[in-house]
């Protein structure tokens, strides 16, 4: 992997775990200040917040492992 794509990969990683955050914040909201009232958003919610983490924590991995490589000369 060369340096341009370990820089596009770390952006897109930032890049999703703003998103990922982001969901887990709506999620804290409707714990905090909607429910029980709300109660049928839980299930949409919890699973975009699980599809925002786990594709963070994908990238993190594809991340983690190019770094380990090392960047292609």
């Known amino acids: 992997m060369s340096k341009e ?4 990969l770390d952006k897109e ?3 999703l775990k703003r ?17 029980p009232a709300a109660y ?3 299930p949409a919610m919890s699973q975009f917040t699980f599809d925002a ?9 594809r991340l983690t492992a190019a770094q380990q490589k090392g960047p292609a000369a």
């Open 53 to 61: 983490c786990k594709a963070w924590a994908d990238a993190s991995a």
């Open 19 to 35: 998103i990922a955050s982001e969901w887990a914040a709506r999620m804290h909201d409707l714990v905090e200040e909607r429910l």
């Open 40 to 42: 049928t958003e839980i």
């Open 5 to 8: 794509d370990l820089v596009a």
């Open 13 to 15: 990683v930032r890049r």
